[in-house]
C-alpha cells in the first residue's frame, strides 16, 4: 500500500519536471522581441528581412541568427557574437565590428564594404561572393572560409588571415596591407592580384601563385616567380 501511495506521489512530480525540461524558457523566448539594444539575446531568433541600420548591438548573443535580406548598414556590432548566423544577401556595410565573431555564417552576397572590423573571426565561414570593397580587415582571420569570388577592392588587409580558405576568383586588387598577410594553404584558382606586392606575404607557395591573376606589377615573395600565363584574360 505504501510503495503504491509514493509512486502515485512521484509520478506527477517527474512528469513535471519532464514538461518544465521540455519547455523553452520564458525569458528567452522573449529575448527574440527585445529591441536593438547593447547586450541583447537574440540567440536563434528570426530577424530576416528588417531595417536595423545604425543599431547598438554591441556584445550581443547573435549565435544562429537569421539575418536574411535584413538592413544593419552602420550598426554597432563591436564584440557581438555572430556564430552560425545567417545573413544571406544582408547588408552590414559601414558597419563597426571590431572583435566580433563572424565564424560559421552564411553569408552569400551579403555587403561588407567600409566595414570596421579588426581582429573579427571569419573562420569556417560561407562568404562566396560577399563585398569587403573599403573594409578594414586588419588582423581578421579567414582560415578556412569560402571566399569564391569575394571583393575585397580597397580594402586593408594587414595581419589578415587567409590559411586554407578558398579564395577562387576572389577580388585583391587595390587591396592595402603593411604587414605579413598570410596565405598558407590557400586555394588561389584566378585569384586577382594583378599590381598587389606580396612582397610580404607569408604561406605561399609557386603552385598557388601559378593558378592566380597577375600581372607585371605584382609583387611576389623571394623565390617565387610570375607564371607563364599572366596576365589573365578578363571574363
Same mark, same amino acid.
Given at each position: 500500500?505504501?510503495g503504491r501511495t509514493m509512486a502515485g506521489l512521484l509520478l506527477p512530480a517527474v512528469a513535471a519536471c519532464l514538461v518544465s525540461l521540455m519547455t523553452p524558457t520564458a525569458g528567452h523566448a522573449a529575448s527574440c522581441?527585445?529591441? =536593438? ?5 537574440? =540567440?536563434?531568433?528570426?530577424?530576416? +528581412? ?24 552602420? =550598426? ?40 570596421? +572590423? ?11 561572393? =560577399? ?38 576568383? +576572389? ?65
Open positions: 500500500m505504501m522581441k527585445d529591441s =536593438a539594444v547593447a547586450g541583447a539575446d537574440w =540567440a536563434d531568433c528570426n530577424k530576416k +528581412a528588417l531595417m536595423l541600420g545604425g543599431s547598438d548591438l554591441q556584445g550581443a548573443n547573435l549565435v544562429n541568427t537569421d539575418f536574411t535580406l535584413t538592413d544593419l548598414r552602420g =550598426a554597432n556590432l563591436t564584440n557581438a557574437n555572430l556564430e552560425k548566423a545567417t545573413l544571406v544577401r544582408s547588408s552590414i556595410a559601414g558597419a563597426t565590428a571590431n572583435g566580433a565573431n563572424f565564424s560559421k555564417i552564411e553569408a552569400y552576397r551579403c555587403n561588407f564594404a567600409d566595414i570596421a +572590423a579588426e581582429k573579427a573571426n571569419f573562420v569556417n565561414s560561407e562568404l562566396q561572393r =560577399a563585398n569587403f570593397s573599403g573594409a578594414t580587415l586588419t588582423g581578421a582571420s579567414f582560415e578556412k572560409a569560402e571566399l569564391g569570388r569575394a571583393n575585397f577592392d580597397k580594402a586593408e588587409l594587414t595581419g589578415t588571415r587567409f590559411t586554407h580558405a578558398n579564395l577562387s576568383r +576572389a577580388d585583391l586588387t587595390n587591396t592595402s596591407f603593411t604587414g605579413p598577410i598570410d596565405f598558407q594553404g590557400a586555394f588561389m584558382f584566378l585569384t586577382r592580384i594583378e599590381g598587389v606586392n606580396l612582397s610580404e606575404a607569408t604561406g605561399l607557395e609557386q603552385e598557388q601563385v601559378d593558378m592566380t591573376c597577375g600581372d607585371g606589377s605584382t609583387k611576389l615573395p623571394a623565390g617565387l616567380n610570375a607564371p607563364a600565363g599572366w596576365p589573365c584574360p578578363t571574363d
